[in-house]
């Protein structure tokens, strides 16, 4: 099965600076990677996707990630972090059966 | 606007005591999940079902059984809970094999603590 790892279990910038979280998959074919948000106290929700089209996706709120099938790598980048962008952010990949294998998350902390 | 609905949001267990975790949507998904969250190890699927009257196990099934009588709704329950059982448990939704994008829907999650 392929799987995410996500480094940095935790991530801490200040309000307007870039804000970088990473991941990396392991995988023999081309897959299928998301990014999910978890606002406190909520479930998760979609932030973007690449299914093979474009090796640059843009999501909501400004978020984008690049596949990079030489690093194996789908990083999750915002030139501007918000105070609004604290929150945990998982990495997943998609694997038979349409199952989604998360990563371990990463908690962002925004400093004023 | 509902989505997915987790009741109850919160719950204390002792040692050996037995819950049901109700879980229910209302965007005709056939797809529906359970996963567990715990620090440090993201969400693991519990168990999921791809359609009415069907169950499957996933990465950490033990302990736990599910019920997926009718299409909207998914169970999760313990029958004789364990303390390794305290977590954030979260339901999720999807369309089928055939219009499935990634997109999970989630519910806001049960907090679930075994004494």
């Known amino acids: 099965a392929q799987s995410v790892t996500q480094l940095g279990s935790h991530v801490s910038v200040s309000e307007g600076a870039l804000v970088l979280l990473r991941c990396n998959y392991s995988s023999s074919v081309p897959p299928y990677l ?27 709120n400004g978020f984008e990630a690049e596949f990079k099938k030489s690093e194996t790598s789908f990083h999750l980048t915002k030139p501007s972090a918000h105070m609004s962008d604290a929150a945990e952010y998982f990495c997943a990949v998609l694997n038979a059966g349409n199952m989604l294998t998360f990563g371990g998350g990463t908690r962002l902390m925004v400093k004023p | 606007n509902a989505g997915v609905t987790q009741t109850p949001k919160f719950r204390v267990l002792k040692t050996g005591q037995s819950m049901t975790l109700l879980c229910a949507q209302d ?6 999940y359970w996963y567990r969250q715990d620090p440090g190890m993201g969400l693991r699927l519990i ?36 303390p390794s059982q305290t977590s954030v448990y979260f339901c999720a ?6 219009r499935f994008t990634g997109e999970l ?11």
């Open chain 2, 93 to 98: 939704s999807s369309y089928s094999a055939g």
């Open chain 2, 105 to 115: 829907f989630f519910g806001e999650g049960s907090r679930l603590t075994v004494l």
């Open chain 2, 47 to 82: 168990h999921y079902s791809v359609g009415e009257g069907t169950t499957a196990k996933g990465e950490v099934p033990d302990g736990y059984n599910v019920s997926r009588l009718k299409k909207q709704n998914f169970l999760l329950g313990l029958e004789s809970a364990a």
């Open chain 2, 27 to 32: 965007m005709n998904h056939e797809y529906m």
């Open chain 1, 34 to 60: 998301f990014w999910y948000v978890q606002y406190p106290n909520q479930g998760l929700q979609l932030l973007l996707k690449y299914t093979s089209a474009a090796t640059l996706v843009k999501g909501i």
